[in-house]
Every structure is written in structure tokens, then in C-alpha cells.
């Protein structure tokens, strides 16, 4: 069996349970790394054991959520 590797490019979204994820540049604590951003949501959300609609974006932080 051979043992490709997997071509992973910054404009690609994969899908993991639950959401939609691509890679993006980011600085943290001065360093730069790639790190997994969702940018959408599938089914269900959670907040402490109860369900609650979540927005894929919003202009601040309070509207994420209904």
C-alpha cells in the first residue's frame, strides 16, 4: 500500500463532526503557526448540557449567539 502524503493547501475546508475547518496562519505568544479555524457549524450546539443557536459569524462577540 503506498503511503501518500496528504497535499493540504490554506484555501481548503475539511469537514469534521459537527463543522467545517480550514487551516489558518495565526500569531500566538509572538510565534506563527498553522492552526485548525471553523469557520461553520453543523447540527447541534451545546452550553452546559442545553442546546443553543450559534451564528458562524457576527461583528461582536455577544451575536454568536440567539
Known amino acids: 500500500m503506498e503511503n ?3 497535499k ?7 469537514f469534521t463532526i459537527g463543522a467545517f ?3 489558518m ?7 506563527e503557526q498553522w492552526r485548525w479555524v471553523v469557520t461553520s457549524l453543523e ?6 448540557g442545553n442546546e443553543i443557536e450559534v451564528f458562524d459569524y457576527a461583528d461582536k462577540l455577544e ?3 440567539l
Not at 496562519?25 to 510565534?31: I, L
Open 8 to 14: 493540504l493547501g490554506d484555501k481548503d475546508i475539511l
Open 4 to 6: 501518500d502524503k496528504i
Open 43 to 48: 447540527d447541534q450546539t451545546f452550553l452546559d
Open 21 to 23: 475547518i480550514k487551516p
Open 25 to 31: 496562519k495565526v500569531v500566538s505568544n509572538n510565534v
Open 63 to 65: 451575536d454568536l449567539v
